[in-house]
């Protein structure tokens, strides 16, 4: 029987940064996959040890940055992870590949002139017609056309999120361009209101050797504070609390799953750690 004061399940960069964030604490943390019912181990999960050609993601090219509070900046730097930023240019604005000016240079030679008086007729269609609807494929579909959809976004959906853009809640990757979007009238002014209110939001940051370097410097962080990666099986497993972070939005969008993903598992290890009947496996400093 292994017995541990937590098991985390989940996987990617926010499970492990958890997880991680339990065992500084002194707490026994078990980090389980979600990929498979066997707990299969992190760096099955990862590709690591195997050719890189064939283990890098789609994601790994570049993540969203400092639109969101710089989570992403803010891991590199912990992490002690090299990254580049880069600024959007005059008529590339983009978030997750929606473009704010549908028929600039940069987009037309994307999607093509069709393509781009097609996106541009978003901005002439009452903003009633959206609904309630906050998928990103289909929102984005139904306002800019397919061409945008599948040589944009989804391009830049499997890139800076790692899914499909089918997938995607457009309020979960890209706060505030709902609202945005409401106040101007379309999803294309929508995307410069946001950036004109906070241009950080069409910043991007490129880790130095791609997400694959986040993801192999947060799995080196949780073997130094021992976190446990190789469960034999659920069956085998007991633990004091358990983290469920299965949920997609901890795999959709680094800058919001990360946050999540730790203020959950600190709320989780303060409360254990202030239970009467619990007893800490080590010396516990609550501030740290």
Known sequence: MNVFDIVVRGEGIPALLAATDCARVGLRTALVSSAASDATVMDEALGVGADAKSTLRASEARLFASGWGGVVENVCAELLVECRVEHSTPGGERIVGIPGSPLSTPIRRVIGNAGAVRAYADRLRP??????EFNLARLVRSRLGSATLEKLVRPAAREELGCAPEDVDLRDVAPGLVQAMSRVGSLSLGVLELGAQDPSTLTRIYPVGGLRAVELAAVAQADYFAVSRRVPADTNVSAYRELDLRKPVFNQALH??????????????????????????????LEQ
């Open 127 to 132: 903003l009633l017609a959206i609904g309630e």
């Open 256 to 285: 919001v799953g990360i946050p999540r993903a730790r203020h959950e598992a600190q709320e989780l290890w303060r409360s254990i750690l202030h239970d009467p009947a619990y007893t800490p496996i080590g010396p516990v400093d």
